[in-house]
């Protein structure tokens, strides 16, 4: 649905985007996601013709985005970060203002009351949008959108400013869109993406430097084998047991106490699921287990190590300074090495596809 090849984007002498190709297919929902001035929004512009980029081939549904810039926007139905609504005007009336501007083909009245009832704005119809809470108003933006049925729709930072519950009922809009259409979200709120998205890519300085499937990702920070336990127990003899006990294969007793109970930092060994047989052999020796915290690695954690490892290659000495500074633990390295190493496969296929194609 989505192709971009070798799209670099300069400004002056500051390349915003370095060699980026990626393809994203029907019904995908993708977060992009990077730090501040990583290159999403000069990447998510040139994608809805907004911006011109200086080389590489961006096309959408099968249209070139800078050979039929007309038609490849039909395609697309973009949320800027500020919705551009007009607030004095009523939900119906922005909506109306919508279609034509699009120069939309399909039956008016009907599209427009569909679009309503997916976005569920149908009470506030008659409203005039100042009038309206943000979260309805970005409904409202996200209705516009969605006005002559495009086949990708790109989201910047649909949740802020929100409350939790607008949160949550975005979210699901979000997610529900996508069995209908191709989503690229861009956000900084990296559970959002973990939440709605199939796929995530990180871009740093220009280029992709993870590209993986959400799933993947979830398993690595769910695949856990790290945790605080709290014992109420002879600090000695549990540390003992928890030593001798099977599957784990580290156990430390923190300095940390609640009351009679010490917290002991255990990890058990790949691929085994500790928790219910901790909970039956204290159990048994009369120790009572108060807490259970685990101590896995975050999506955020994720995507530092992911961005600091892409910049290792850039600057080794600097990274291992860093590196150290932070003092990563091993498996979060595994886990960066790995998308990056991945993200760079990628990108050395796509180049040698370029040199056989200019053979
Ligand atoms: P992001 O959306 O990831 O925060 P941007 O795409 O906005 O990143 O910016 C990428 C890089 O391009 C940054 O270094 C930014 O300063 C630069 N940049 C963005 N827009 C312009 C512009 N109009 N003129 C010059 N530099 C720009």
Not at 62 to 67: E, F, H, K, S, T
Not at 113 to 134: H, Q, W
Request: glycine residues 8%; negative net charge; aromatic residues 6%.
């Amino acid at each position: 649905m989505i192709q971009i090849e070798h799209l670099v984007k300069n400004y002056g002498s500051n390349c915003a985007v370095d060699d980026i190709s990626l393809s994203i297919g029907e019904g995908e929902i993708v977060g992009f996601l990077g730090p501040n001035g990583a290159g999403k929004s000069t990447t998510m512009n040139i994608l809805t013709g907004y911006l011109s980029s200086t080389s590489g081939r961006v096309s959408v549904a099968g249209i070139d985005v800078l050979g039929d810039p007309l038609n490849a926007k039909k395609q697309i139905g973009y949320l800027p970060e500020q919705p551009p609504l007009y607030l004095d005007m009523t939900v119906d009336e922005y909506l109306n203002f919508n279609y034509e501007l699009k120069g939309c083909k399909l039956p008016r009245e009907a599209h427009i009351g569909e679009v309503c009832e997916v976005v569920r704005i149908g009470d506030v119809r008659k409203r005039v949008i100042k009038n309206l809470s943000k979260g309805y108003r970005q409904r409202v933006g996200i209705a516009g959108a969605l006005i002559g049925s495009p086949k990708v729709i790109i989201f910047d930072e649909p949740t802020v400013g929100l409350d939790p519950k607008q949160i949550i009922e975005i979210r699901n809009l979000i997610r529900s869109l996508g069995k209908d259409h191709t989503v690229i979200l861009s956000t900084h709120i990296l559970q959002e993406v973990q939440a709605v998205c199939d796929r995530i890519i990180i871009i740093n300085k220009g280029r992709i430097v993870a590209d993986e499937k959400t799933e993947n990702i979830t398993r690595v920070i769910e695949n856990n084998r790290r945790f605080n336990a709290k014992i109420c127990g002879p600090q000695n003899q549990v540390l003992s047991v928890l030593k001798d006990m099977q599957g784990i294969v580290y156990a430390e007793a923190l300095a940390e106490k609640d009351g009679d109970a010490t917290t002991y930092m255990i990890e058990s060994a790949p691929g085994v699921d500790i928790r219910k047989k901790l909970f039956f052999t204290l159990a048994d020796r009369g120790w009572a287990l108060i807490g259970l915290e685990a101590l896995g690695l975050s999506l955020e954690d994720i995507f530092i190590t992911v961005v600091n490892k892409s910049e290792e290659d850039d600057a080794p000495t600097r990274y291992t300074r860093r590196a150290k500074a932070k003092q990563r633990v091993a498996l979060e390295s595994q886990v960066a090495e790995g998308l990056v190493a991945d993200a760079d496969k990628k990108r050395e296929e796509n180049s040698a596809l370029v040199s056989e194609d200019d053979d």
